[in-house]
C-alpha cells in the first residue's frame, strides 16, 4: 500500500520520486537492485504505485533509463560550461573534457552506466528510436565539439 504522503504529492512528483529510487538503487553497483519492490520501497511507495504510474517495471526501467541520459548530458555539459580561458575555447580541450567527463560517468555509476550501454536487464531493451533519442540527447555535445 503506497504511503499517505506519496498518495497527496501530484502525480509528476511521485513519478519523479520512483526514477530518482530507481537511480539510487543503481547506485548499489547492480542492476540486479532495480526490481519493481526495491525502488518502491526506497520510493517510499508501494508496488501498485509504480505499476500504476508506470505500467509495470519495463516503464519504469525505462524513465530511469532517460533519466539516465538526462544525467550524462548534464554532466558533459558541465565539463565544458566550467572552462575557462583559452581552454574553452580550444577544441581539443573541449574534446579531452568531454571525454573525461564521460569516463568519469562510467566510472562514478557504472551499473546506471551498464544500462545506458550494455544490456544487463534481459527483459528490458529499448526500441531503436528510443535508444537512438536518448543517445543523441545525451551525445551531442559531443558532436558539437567535434563540428
Avoid: N, W
Amino acid at each position: 500500500m503506497a504511503s499517505a504522503a506519496s498518495d497527496s504529492l501530484p502525480d509528476a512528483d511521485i513519478r519523479e520520486r520512483i526514477v530518482a529510487a530507481g537511480v539510487l538503487a543503481l547506485s548499489d553497483d547492480s542492476t540486479a537492485e532495480l526490481t519493481v519492490r526495491r525502488v518502491a520501497k526506497l520510493a517510499g511507495s508501494s508496488t501498485m504505485c509504480i505499476y500504476t504510474k508506470f505500467g509495470g517495471r519495463t516503464g519504469m526501467v525505462e524513465a530511469i533509463y532517460r533519466r539516465g541520459f538526462e544525467t550524462l548530458r548534464d554532466a558533459l555539459s558541465a565539463a565544458t560550461s566550467e572552462m575557462v580561458g583559452p581552454a574553452a575555447q580550444d577544441p581539443d580541450e573541449r574534446i579531452v573534457a568531454i571525454a573525461t567527463a564521460h569516463r568519469r560517468f562510467a566510472l562514478d555509476r557504472p551499473a546506471l552506466y551498464a544500462l545506458l550501454f550494455e544490456r544487463p536487464l534481459p527483459d528490458f531493451d529499448p526500441t531503436p528510436q528510443r535508444g537512438t533519442e536518448a543517445l543523441a540527447a545525451a551525445l551531442t555535445i559531443l558532436t558539437e565539439a567535434v563540428r
